[in-house]
């Protein structure tokens, strides 16, 4: 059986940020992706969607402070050990959370978002990245992702701040912001995608999202995603009924109609029914607002006005998908790592004083097994320094003094 990561979801909400990682596939408009080997089906309903690869991953656990969060990832069959509880009462509780190599999550970003006080790390609520730092300090993933808004890089101290907190449990950070709309998402959507991994373990370097930009760049206009849509009239689905009545203003946000051949502008969680217009007769649905943010054409939501903040809060589930790729291949690339400092460790030590007692233990999730002429060392941690065999070993000598 396929081996797969283990992945903690922190602010899961509706779970958009998990998609990449769950055991349910993403499903995009097929001009989304530029990569034909990321595609494995053609969507057997919705004909100019395709179902993506699904990568190996597992989702161990979910929280949310919202019980009807949990209830939309039940209904769509995405829940997994979903908590529904405040972060900050589980950690006072010293909550023990499973074991992982990932860790996920979009902690609150009114705080430091350009349309709100911008109170930053001042507020409680803008403090709640440091429930995100006690997980990651307690669970020790090999890699952790954030994501937020843009205005967190403008907020004063803001992003040095996190950096320095998550630098001082033994982390290396990077971050970059990312423009949704040039990675196949019909929307115009900036995000900041913070990435650490643990510095004696990885050895990475910068993680290279905005390469994408230049080399990589694939626009999907917003009508491709709605081309198959009834109007709320005749339609049967629920969510493409569902929109806001609220009365148009002469100023301020929301109150433009949308140019579906270019992309949607940014859904927003606090626009108080103030979604934009489809057309000069209504605003957009709330199945047209998740199509903006690539959820798939047939994901269930719950009431209206809570489904419009929930899409509005989420991560596209195609931005997930191509964070988690670039997780994959990063894990991927230490097992190689590992394998590259065994080898060299193991032919530094043959013929010479004999190698270390072993425990065999699972590194990057992978038990490797390597066969000699006369014995067998398994990849794992050395009883006398508790440390992986390849740290102990990475300057090819290990500690045989
Ligand atoms: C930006 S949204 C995350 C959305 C999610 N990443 C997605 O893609 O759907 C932040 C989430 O944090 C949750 N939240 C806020 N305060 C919380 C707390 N104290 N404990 C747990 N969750 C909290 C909110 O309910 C909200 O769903």
């Excluded at 929280?63 to 529904?84: A, M, Q, T």
């Excluded at 899409?311 to 990063?330: C, D, F, M, T």
């Amino acid at each position: 059986m396929e081996h797969k990561y283990k992945v903690i979801s922190l602010f899961t909400g509706i779970g958009g940020f998990d998609f990449g990682f769950c055991n349910r596939p993403v499903v995009v408009h097929k001009d989304s992706i530029l990569d034909s080997s990321w595609v494995q089906s053609s969507h057997p309903v919705f004909e100019s969607f395709v179902e993506l690869n699904q990568l190996p991953f597992e989702i161990v656990f979910q929280n949310d402070v919202i019980p009807n969060c949990k209830s939309v990832c039940e209904l769509n069959g995405i829940e997994s050990n979903y908590v529904v509880d405040d972060i900050e009462r589980l950690i006072e509780n010293e909550y023990r959370f499973p074991k992982a190599d990932v860790v996920i999550g979009g902690f609150p970003c009114q705080d430091f978002s350009n349309c709100g006080k911008r109170t930053g790390l001042k507020s409680k609520r803008g403090q709640l990245y440091k429930s995100f730092v006690s997980v990651v300090k307690q669970v020790k993933p090999l890699i952790f992702v954030c994501e937020n808004v843009q205005g967190l890089l403008t907020v004063p101290l803001a992003i040095q701040t996190i950096v320095n907190d998550f630098e001082s449990i033994g982390y290396r950070v990077n971050y970059e912001l990312i423009d949704c709309s040039n990675h196949g998402i019909p929307q115009k959507r900036k995000r900041v995608i913070l990435m650490g991994w643990k510095s004696n373990s990885i050895e990475f370097e910068k993680t290279g999202w905005n390469s994408i930009k230049s080399n990589n760049r694939i626009q999907c206009a917003i009508e491709k995603y709605f081309a198959h849509l009834q109007s709320p009239k005749q339609t049967n689905d629920k969510s493409q009924k569902q929109y806001s009545n609220a009365k148009r203003l002469t100023k301020g946000q929301g109150q433009s109609v949308i140019d579906v051949s270019r992309f949607a502008p940014t859904i927003r969680s606090e626009h108080h029914g103030n979604i934009e217009f489809r057309n000069e007769d209504r605003r957009l649905t709330v199945r047209e607002c998740a199509l903006c943010q690539t959820f798939p054409p047939d994901f269930k939501f719950g009431s209206m006005t809570a489904s419009y903040k929930q899409i509005g809060n989420a991560l596209p589930p195609l931005l997930s998908y191509i964070i988690a790729r670039k997780v994959y291949e990063l894990l991927k690339r230490r097992c190689v790592y590992l394998w590259v400092s065994l080898l060299f460790a193991m032919h530094s030590r043959i013929g010479s004083s004999e190698p270390h007692t072993m425990t065999a233990n699972q590194l990057g999730g992978q038990v490797v097994l390597l066969g000699l002429p006369s014995r067998s060392l398994r990849l794992g941690v050395c009883i006398q320094c508790n440390r992986s065999v390849c740290e102990c070993t990475s300057n090819g000598t290990g500690h045989a003094e």
